[in-house]
């Protein structure tokens, strides 16, 4: 009897610690000065650099704006995981490299973007499953050259009507 209750109280503790949410954390992490302790026209990209390390990303048009992100997750089981908070840090850099604004961006500032399904059309036309099977009946060299209608030579003396081999003016 102990060892039933034992084994039901070891399958209900596995059973409760499998359905735990995790929680994970990706993206920059400060270690020991944070990013609000930037003082704009005070630091420079050098001190940014050396107190925060490497930004996360980089403007793509401006490398005189460093992006340090970072965003925690949940999940729960089987589900999809969800981004429970997300913090943008955005310094940007003046000509001679000195800080001029530091600012927080978090996820209520975000915005869902809609991912079209659209794909760019090809040059030419598009051929269909009959088109591609039955497409080349017709077209299939029936004079042992090699060579059929729309492609390749149809004559190998060199001539048509008027050409050298072929019937001249009368």
């Excluded at 990303?57 to 999809?80: G, H, P, Q, V």
């Excluded at 850099?93 to 996820?107: C, I, T």
């Excluded at 399904?117 to 499953?129: M, V």
């Amino acid at each position: 009897m102990k060892i039933a209750v034992a084994s039901a109280a070891v399958i209900c503790a596995l059973a409760a610690t499998a359905c735990t949410p995790i929680r994970d954390q990706h993206g920059f992490v400060p270690d020991e000065a944070l990013p609000t302790e930037i003082k704009p026209e005070i630091d420079t990209r050098a001190t940014v650099l050396q107190r925060l390390g490497s930004p996360t990303a980089l403007a793509n048009f401006d490398e005189k704006i460093w992006y340090y992100m970072s965003y925690t997750e949940r999940s729960f089981a089987f589900y999809t995981p969800k981004v429970t908070s997300r913090k943008i840090t955005v310094i940007e850099f003046d000509e001679n490299d000195v800080v001029r604004k530091v600012s927080q961006v978090g996820q209520k500032d975000g915005h869902k973007v809609k991912i079209s399904r659209r794909e760019t059309p090809t040059r030419g036309r598009e051929l269909g499953l009959f088109e591609q099977i039955f497409g080349t009946i017709g077209r299939l060299p029936t004079d042992g050259t090699g060579a059929g209608p729309g492609g390749g030579q149809q004559n190998p003396g060199g001539g048509g009507p008027g050409g050298p081999g072929g019937p001249g003016p009368r």
